[in-house]
């Protein structure tokens, strides 16, 4: 079982929830602003979010949440999550559509942004602990293959 001091699954899928926060209050930030360039900036930083959440989405889902669904005797919890995946991914479909930052633009990131925040609470505070608590299952290992596949996507979608 890995202590606290090594890094774990949880906490490289809870560093892509940090970094993702924090490009979401950037954009926040940007909604604010009047420059000329803010638009593009928010295209820019949307399609970003857009991105990383895309690869964190497919990497839980093909390597984290199977794993949990083995060790795990409620999937409630998992079938929650892969449902907010799911409305995730239809707001990211829709973002990625749009060709400009307008006010339903800023209206979808913000919403995704909502939901973003809501799995996140749900996976800090409830899949993660269970996750740790699963004696079969080596989280130190886990993060190395969520790390290496979240690098094979990050490559393609460049």
Do not use: W
Not at 63 to 78: G, I, Q
Not at 119 to 125: I, L, S
Request: proline fraction near 1%.
């Amino acid at each position: 079982m890995a202590t606290r001091a090594t890094k774990d699954a949880c906490d490289l899928l809870d560093a892509d929830h940090r970094a993702v926060k924090k490009m979401f209050k950037d954009y926040e930030t940007l909604t604010g602003s009047r420059a000329r360039s803010a638009a593009q900036k928010k295209m820019d930083l949307a399609r970003q979010i857009c991105h990383e959440l895309t690869v964190h989405a497919q990497i839980e889902e093909e390597l984290f949440y199977p794993a949990l669904r083995e060790v795990m005797k409620e999937a409630d919890l998992l079938n929650e999550a892969e449902v907010e995946h799911g409305s995730v991914k239809d707001l990211i479909a829709q973002i990625e559509a749009m060709d400009e930052a307008g006010e339903m633009f800023d209206a979808r990131v913000k919403v995704l942004a909502e939901y973003v925040e809501h799995h996140v609470k749900e996976e800090r505070n409830e899949i993660f602990p269970k996750a740790r608590a699963a004696r079969k299952l080596d989280l130190v290992a886990m993060r190395d293959e969520l790390e290496a596949r979240k690098e094979e996507l990050m490559a393609e979608m460049a």
